[in-house]
């Protein structure tokens, strides 16, 4: 009995520790797309659109790093609550569009990037705000690590493509996409607190599972018309460079 106890132990350490493992690989893939983005495309003088997400916390790391040691002079656009903390906690100069309407480059990360450049995002609910931010920007950088990278949407990114909803439209919507596209459009619901995810503009997401491959800038159109629909998560002919941190610890680039 004892033994078979020390084998269980023993076996549930081992499976913890691969999890450990490919969390740290992640995380390390990440942080390296994050940094060659930063040094590849950021330079004095620019304002740069900061992105959501966990991989874009490594960019502005790089960024407070870099003013720091080069005394980088840039200010910086947000996406989002979580953009802006990171801008102010990492002593970046915090601005917005009312001031830069036009930025020189926006980095974010992404749920999915298919094979050609399409964009599943909005996996924190910040689509919206990070959609504006990008198509202000001259350039758009896309990081992230090795998982993101798919050949067609779906493959990779299990969660649907996010839309972001007027409450009260909540359900006509996701009805309207199920009848004309199929899938599910499901209500995102909070965690920690009951009902509904809230996004920072007060709205709600529906996460939209979908069957199939898509012409993806017609499924975006179609459900953008949608009448209560703020935005979709569908970012289509809109990324300029896609850099993705490798298992091998190299970052691939691809450059439209
Ligand atoms: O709403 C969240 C954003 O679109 C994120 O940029 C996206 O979910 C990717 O996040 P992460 O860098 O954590 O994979």
């Known amino acids: 009995m004892l033994c078979a106890g020390v084998g269980r132990t023993l076996r549930f350490v081992a499976k913890m520790s691969t999890i450990d493992t490919s969390k740290e690989l992640l995380n390390s893939a990440k942080r390296e797309a994050a940094r060659t983005a930063v040094d590849t495309y950021i330079s004095n003088g620019q304002a740069v659109g900061i992105g959501s997400g966990s991989t ?10 870099r003013k720091k040691s080069e005394n980088l002079d840039i200010v910086c656009i947000p996406t989002s609550f979580q953009a802006q903390e990171l801008i102010i906690n990492n002593g970046l100069t915090l601005t917005d569009l009312d001031r830069y309407p036009s930025l020189d480059v926006a980095i974010d990360g992404a749920d999915e990037v298919d094979r050609n450049f399409v964009l599943i ?62 899938g599910n459009a499901e209500l995102r619901m909070a965690k920690s607190k ?22 993806w800038a017609s499924v975006h159109k179609f459900i953008k018309l949608i009448p209560g629909v703020v935005e979709t998560g569908l970012f289509v002919d809109m990324a300029s460079a896609v850099l993705l941190g490798m298992k091998d610890g190299s970052v691939k680039k691809i450059v439209r």
């Open 194 to 215: 009951m009902g509904p995810l809230v996004t920072d503009n007060g709205n709600f997401i529906l996460d939209w599972k979908f069957n199939g491959s898509h012409d």
């Open 121 to 182: 995002k909005g996996g924190g609910g910040c689509l919206t705000q990070e959609k504006i931010v990008a198509t202000a920007a001259k350039t758009f950088i896309v990081i992230g690590d090795y998982t993101k990278d798919s050949s067609e949407l779906g493959d990779r990114w299990k969660r649907g493509v996010p839309i972001e909803v007027i409450p009260m439209a909540r359900i006509p919507v996701a009805a309207h996409i199920e009848k004309k596209l199929g």
């Open 56 to 65: 874009i916390v490594y960019a502005v790391e790089r960024l407070a790093e």
